[in-house]
């Protein structure tokens, strides 16, 4: 992979070493690593502030105690989630770079991945192949077929519903592509119900094992809490941070992912070059797809149970992670995500902790998303990684 | 038979006829000027021999092969390259990343590759030290180098000019001038599009003026270069 040339007085030039090659891939992904950890330290020192001042308001529990026996797993769960939000949102950030468009269909893209998946999962289950099959094996060929699939899907719906749009006004587009979000969940619907699947679809996989302990933190006094991390948030990271290392590996280092990029930057002048522009925005969807398609057996597998709608909500907040990092930024997309999932997951534990349950969490985790996202189209529109002209794709 | 040949071109934006007519032929080994005001249809021209514009009517030839139905990647690998107006280097690339993407037509493992890269940097020694530098943060001229270099890349057969002095510094509109006719004495035919119809001239063999759309004059550049009309209209003579 050394691109190198001699002159006549023998210097090099243009070398690439391996190590410029191993700083493209994981430069990006130190980034999004300082995020996670810059994420997860500040919002748990707010928690933790948050349960000293509270203190003294409350006799039934002990309100720091309580805030330190779940951070490790509200920690573990933003981790889960902004993963699974960065996944998704590098699918929307991808489209955008190259065609400046909002690929409101890509969430459905991701419940296909989901549906593939557990389709799978239960194809095995009616040949009695489920419960023996090895777990690592049908976690890989899932995740496989899930990203071959939607990969394919979003290439179709780009030649389908997309391009004969490209030089129409820029709303056009955009209707299409909600148009295909609908038609892609009733689509879904159709077949799951028509196949005897039904609405709400388990997703059987084969035992995947339990919680692993990681370790032990002191809560006060001589006491210890217990914390662990559940198999399935483990694959769900282990698959996450492969998936990004691979494609931070495609757009920095290949020959296409260069293409990719320079199609981002002047789509004419990229044509000028001898490159495929048509090619290139397929392969874009294809990326992005298969990203969504593998998201969404992860996704899967996490919550077990999955319809035809579970697109929507992921969907949209991938997009705000996507504009929360700088829409068309590729590491911003990662961060984007990181971010607001850590944000959703300490919303959703402690807003209810802290009111002593009067604001259930969960469904205030969405307003604290949505929020951010209003948040930043008004303060910062180019996103946390500020200018996106200087860090495009 | 010519190299490159337009056969009484029509192209349009939209309503707009921008050119209204073109017959013009460059042949192998040659540098051909195309010189006129500006929003005579030049830069449009190149556009449509590059393929990013279908014209309406007539036809362009490569070789005696029609290529005015082909996409624009398809032109680059029957060996037309082009350095656009305005240069339009890729910002976000390095210098080398821009001058891969030229390349992109070929293998960039090949020697041949290595060869092509060193002669850009023999040609534009200042690129060398700059490869690691984002194409978005060089001065105007070294972008300018980099937009040729980059069209290089490619190995055309013929190169498409558009303006490569616009905006640079005296000494190096002459620097580049002299490295067009360099290249050219390497083998490949150029098309110039040029508003320095003096430094033009000086390096064609042949010229075309265009006025809105037509071609009102043809000539051998030392011709070009004596017509009266020419001196008063592009070289600012009286
Ligand atoms: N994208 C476009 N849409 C509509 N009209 C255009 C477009 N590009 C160029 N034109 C028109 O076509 C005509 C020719 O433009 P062209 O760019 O070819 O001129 P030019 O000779 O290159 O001029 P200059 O020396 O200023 O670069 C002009 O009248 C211009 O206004
Ligand atoms: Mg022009």
């Known amino acids: ?393 | 038979m010519a190299l490159l040949e337009l056969t009484n071109v029509h192209t349009y934006y939209g309503q707009i006829h921008a050119l209204k007519g073109i017959s013009l032929t460059v042949d192998q080994g040659e540098i051909v000027t195309l010189i006129g005001s500006n929003g005579a249809g030049k830069s449009t021209t190149l556009r449509t021999i590059s393929g990013l514009l279908t014209p309406r009517q007539g036809q362009v030839t490569l070789a005696g092969r029609r290529i005015d139905r082909v996409p624009p990647h398809t032109i680059v690998n029957l060996g037309i390259s082009q350095s656009p107006e305005g240069r339009r280097i890729f910002p976000r690339l390095t210098v080398l990343e821009n001058l891969e993407m030229g390349a992109y037509i070929h293998s960039t493992h090949s020697p041949e590759f290595r060869a092509d890269l060193d002669r850009v940097m023999t040609l534009f020694p200042r690129l060398r030290e700059r490869v690691k530098q984002k194409g978005g943060t060089l001065s105007g001229g070294e972008q300018q180098m980099l937009a040729i270099g980059r069209a290089l890349m490619a190995r055309p057969k013929v190169l498409l000019l558009d303006e490569p002095s616009m905006g640079l510094a005296p000494v190096i509109v002459e620097q580049i001038f002299d490295i067009i006719k360099d290249i050219n004495q390497q083998g490949t035919t150029i098309l110039l599009v040029e508003q320095n119809a003096l430094m033009a001239l000086a390096i064609a063999h042949r010229g075309y003026v265009l006025q809105s759309g037509k071609i009102v004059l043809e000539d051998t550049a030392a011709s070009l270069q004596s017509n009266e009309m020419v001196q008063k209209a592009y070289l600012g003579l009286d």
């Open chain 1, 1 to 393: 992979m050394v691109v190198q040339a001699t002159t006549g007085s023998g210097h090099l030039v243009g070398q690439r070493s391996i190590k410029t090659i191993l700083l493209e891939i994981f430069g990006p992904l130190l980034q999004v690593l300082m995020f996670v950890l810059g994420s997860a330290t500040i919002l748990s020192l707010i928690v933790i502030l948050f349960a000293f001042v509270l203190r003294g308001s409350r006799t039934d529990i002990d309100l720091l105690q309580g805030t330190l026996i779940i951070l490790p797993q509200v920690i573990i769960d933003g981790m889960v989630r902004g993963f699974l939000f960065a996944t998704i949102a590098l699918g929307y950030t991808m489209v955008y770079g190259v065609l400046e468009f909002i690929n409101f269909a890509h969430g459905e893209i991701f419940m296909v991945g989901a549906f593939v998946g557990a389709g799978f999962g239960l194809s095995l289950a009616q040949q009695r192949m489920l419960a023996d099959f090895p777990p690592l094996l049908f976690v890989v060929l899932a995740i496989l077929l899930g990203m071959i699939v939607s990969g394919v899907l979003a290439m179709l719906t780009e030649r389908i519903a997309y391009r004969p749009l490209r030089n129409a006004p820029r709303l056009v587009p955009l209707i299409s592509a909600i148009g295909m979000s609908l038609f892609l969940q009733d689509l879904v619907r159709m077949i799951a119900l028509a196949t005897g699947m039904g609405f709400n679809v388990r997703f059987q996989t084969p035992p995947l094992g339990g919680s692993l302990p990681l370790g032990q933190i002191p809560i006060g006094g001589d006491r210890f809490a217990s914390f662990s991390i559940d198999s399935r948030a483990l694959i769900f990271i282990v698959a996450a941070i492969i998936m990004l290392i691979g494609l931070n590996y495609l757009i920095n280092v290949t020959r296409l992912g260069k293409a990719i990029r320079a199609v981002a930057q002047d789509r004419a002048t990229a044509s000028l070059m001898g490159i495929n522009v048509n090619r290139i925005i397929a392969l874009t969807f294809l990326i992005g797809g298969a990203l969504g398609g593998a998201a969404g057996v992860l996704f899967g597998i996490r919550v077990g149970t999955i319809n035809p709608y579970v697109g929507f909500l992921p969907g949209l907040k991938a997009f705000t992670a996507a504009v929360l990092g700088g829409i068309g930024n590729i590491t911003g997309a990662m961060v984007g995500g990181i971010v607001l999932g850590f944000l959703e997951a300490f919303v959703a534990s402690y807003l209810s902790l802290f009111t002593r349950g009067q604001f259930a969490g969960a469904n205030y985790a969405d307003i604290a998303a949505f929020s951010i996202l209003i948040l930043i189209l008004i303060f910062r529109p180019s996103g946390l990684l500020g200018e996106a002209t200087t860090q495009k794709v």
